[in-house]
């Protein structure tokens, strides 16, 4: 290990102290290969302008502006990590952030239940700061309530007038007058204890309802969250949220390379059409405290034939800035690729996850400095520079070591070191080079298909 490296390791007695339920918490998804869903910071290592420009989102946001980034990494590259890091942020900064996967049931464009479904799955993981493990959605409107009851008593008018008075402003936006009416019927249910009236408004919210009949009835309105609107329904929440006492809404959208793999062209493009709608409101700064967090691989992006980039509109607004080239970097644009970790930073991070496994006591440590240095030559060894770029595996197996350590503490970690078994992380998707060739063909011959259909309607 370099002196730079050795330089670089934060000293384990400057590192906080750690509970043990975050700590397990931590050390179980870890091993898992899946991502904490709390107590990121222990473990952040290097990354450090990415994360400031996307903190600089995050104010923009919280400034009544729009932000939206494509965060494009290979699979294991920590994407996952780095946007439930960039959530953290969101919520220590009064925002509400929503969050979902992209999955073949769960699109941004769709015309069978697939965006509705979508929409329905991020309002269930709705977070606030007190709430930061979803279903807040319920208290964002007792909270927007109370607000509206404060106002009323301070000016002295009926609570009806303020509610509806606020409300006002998002009349004037598709589907806002529907709704402000559900809003209003939430709080009317408030008034009379109808608790039945209250839990329609909230599932009419999150998109639960799937007929505008059932809708009509239950709440008297006349529109439903559909597959046409959902874009619409979320720069409606925004705005609400900031009416609610909130610094605005950042939605993160993971695995948009499922959209990649859609085999129909015409399915792919009209994704690509909405992803082009969001980018242009949020670059125009028409999405009023509304900000987007997009991940994705680099085939997702960059496949002339399917990715981002077989779309003329989106590929001209994505593209690299020409200068950035030979070391140099900008931040400022739409698109933030996660550069591979360093030696360094990788040291740093076995550095931390000794810390954590020791819940923050450093005379609990299982190995010492030397054993960190000889387990990334190893891992070097093992396979070469992926374990920069993808350091999924790498974590998991020195977890691994350290549980073997700490229960079976006459082994030596010498000993175990080279029999440690470390692969590249391979990606699980089924058009990866390793086994596209049969699946390329049925590929190419939907897309031209889909292709002649169009001929033959032109």
């Known amino acids: 290990m370099t002196t730079t490296a050795a330089n670089a390791a934060t000293p384990a007695a400057a590192l906080a102290k750690i509970r043990p339920r975050e700590r397990d918490a931590l050390l179980q998804s870890l091993r898992a290969g899946v991502v904490p869903r709390s107590g990121q910071q222990h473990i952040q290592v290097g990354r450090r302008r990415e994360i400031e420009a996307l903190v600089q989102d995050v104010d923009r946001i919280a400034d009544g502006g729009s932000a939206v980034r494509f965060v494009i990494g290979e699979y294991g590259s920590g994407k996952t990590f780095f946007l439930h890091l960039v959530r953290s942020v969101a919520l220590e900064k009064k925002l509400v952030t929503v969050h979902a996967d992209l999955t073949p049931d769960r699109r941004l464009h769709a015309s069978g239940g697939q965006a509705r479904s979508l929409y329905a799955e991020l309002m269930r993981s709705l977070a606030t700061r007190s709430a930061p493990e979803g279903g807040a959605l319920p208290a964002v409107v007792e909270r927007f309530v109370a607000t509206a009851l404060e106002d009323a008593r301070s000016r ?21 007058y529907d709704f402000a009416q559900v809003i209003a019927a939430y709080w009317q249910g408030h008034e009379e204890h ?5 839990q329609n408004a909230v599932r009419w919210l999150r998109g639960e309802f799937s007929t505008k009949t059932d809708a009509r009835n239950a709440l008297g309105v006349r529109t439903i969250v559909d597959d046409a609107n959902v874009y619409d329904h979320l720069k409606l929440m925004a705005r609400f949220v900031r009416l609610a006492g909130y610094s605005g809404l950042l939605v993160c959208l993971d695995e948009l390379v499922n959209l990649y793999k859609l085999p129909h062209a015409q399915a792919r493009n009209s994704n690509y059409e909405q992803i082009l709608r969001i980018l242009n409101d949020c670059l125009q700064g028409t999405a009023v405290g509304c900000g987007f967090v997009l991940g994705g691989t680099p085939e997702f992006l960059l496949d002339p034939r399917r990715g981002l980039f077989s779309y003329p509109a989106l590929a001209s607004r994505l593209e690299e800035n020409r200068f950035a080239q030979n070391g140099l970097v900008d931040y400022s644009g739409p698109v933030v690729r996660l550069a591979s970790l360093t030696p360094e930073d990788l040291y740093v991070l076995l550095t931390k996850l000794r810390h954590v496994y020791a819940a923050g006591d450093s005379d609990r440590h299982l190995v010492p400095d030397d054993a960190l240095a000889a387990f990334l030559s190893h891992a070097a060894r093992r396979v070469g520079d992926s374990y920069f770029r993808t350091p999924r595996t790498t974590i998991r197996a020195f977890v691994d070591l350290l549980a073997i350590l700490e229960q079976n503490p006459e082994v ?22 390793e086994s596209s060739a049969s699946d390329d063909a049925t590929v190419d011959a939907d897309d031209d298909d889909d292709e002649l259909a169009s001929l033959r309607l032109g």
Do not use: H
Not at 156 to 176: C, H, Q, Y
């Open 194 to 198: 109808n608790e039945t009236l209250q």
């Open 156 to 176: 002295n008018i009926s609570p009806d007038d303020a509610i509806r008075e606020r409300l006002s402003s998002l009349s004037e936006m598709v589907g806002g």
């Open 412 to 433: 030596d970690w010498t000993d175990l070191i080279e029999r440690t078994e470390i692969a590249p992380d391979t990606s699980p998707d089924p058009l990866s080079p």
